[in-house]
């Protein structure tokens, strides 16, 4: 009984957070590390997996297409910058940048970085180890 109680408690505080900040973020899909420098505004996280480092900056949107098994993937130490968007079911490589309203629908090999409507590559990410 107490811990059914405390399972609730734990949901209701967590909707709660999430509606004051404009954040969604599904449930174990993160690796640790994650961070998220400006919350104001909204960020939804709706990914099959999400690597460890992994920056999101607001208005971020990483998101399913037509259900929810076509949910992208994103690797290790990868930078969203404000406003881009992430939809389908896509791979993206590990550090990987995707600059300023970029919209991403292909995947994405590893160091790369991605800037455009429909997102290009128009570089190599130079902190690549």
Not at 19 to 26: D, R, T
Not at 31 to 45: Q, S
């Amino acid at each position: 009984m107490f811990v059914h109680l405390v399972k609730v408690v734990v949901r209701v505080r967590k909707y709660r957070q999430g509606i004051k900040y404009g954040i969604h973020i599904s449930p174990n899909a993160c690796g640790y590390g994650l961070h998220i420098p400006h919350i104001v505004g909204g960020v939804i996280i709706n990914a099959s997996r999400v690597g460890n480092y992994c920056i999101f900056n607001t208005g971020v949107v990483i998101g399913n297409k037509d259900c929810q098994e076509n949910r992208p993937t994103i690797g290790d130490n990868c930078e969203f910058a404000i406003g881009s968007k992430v939809y389908g079911k896509i791979t993206i490589g590990d550090n990987v940048i995707v600059a300023p309203n970029s919209v991403v629908y292909k995947d994405v090999e590893s160091g790369m970085v991605m800037s455009g409507v429909p997102a290009q590559v128009i570089g190599r990410n130079k902190k690549t180890v």
